[in-house]
């Protein structure tokens, strides 16, 4: 059967760091492409970061770039968002998702496989 679960959320204060990790069973990331999306109560999900499958091309969200970073370990059949620098506005679920295709890809819809969601919560 084929999923992503994921680890690493939690409480942490404005200022400082949390690595997602989303770990893949029942088939390999080398073939898929990436993402991490979050979303708030009562607000759409949104894309945070992507990449395609050869990890050569990524996207972050205006509101993340230059402090979050994406990354896929194939060997571990694992994903991963560092998030630097955290702010309460980070505060939400967020999910990671892969796709069939390697093209690096934004909308949520192309996303086939979606990990549980874990809480993140930036607060002092």
């Known amino acids: 059967q084929a999923q992503l679960v994921q680890s690493g959320g939690g ?3 404005p200022g400082g760091s949390l690595r ?3 770990e893949a069973s029942g088939f390999s990331l080398d073939f898929y492409a990436i993402g991490w999306f979050r979303q708030v109560p009562g607000k759409e999900r949104e894309r945070v970061s ?6 050569n091309n990524t996207y972050y969200a205006d509101s993340v770039k230059g402090r979050f970073i994406i990354s896929k370990d ?4 694992t994903v991963y968002l560092q998030m630097n620098s955290l702010k309460p506005d980070d505060t939400a ?3 990671c998702a892969a796709r069939d295709r ?3 890809q934004t909308n949520m819809a192309a996303y086939q496989h979606w990990g549980q969601g874990t809480q993140v919560t930036v607060s002092s």
């Open 11 to 13: 409480l942490v204060q």
């Open 20 to 22: 997602l990790s989303c």
């Open 50 to 55: 992507c990449m395609n499958r050869d990890n």
């Open 74 to 77: 194939n060997a571990k059949n």
């Open 93 to 95: 679920v967020y999910y």
């Open 102 to 104: 390697p093209t690096l």
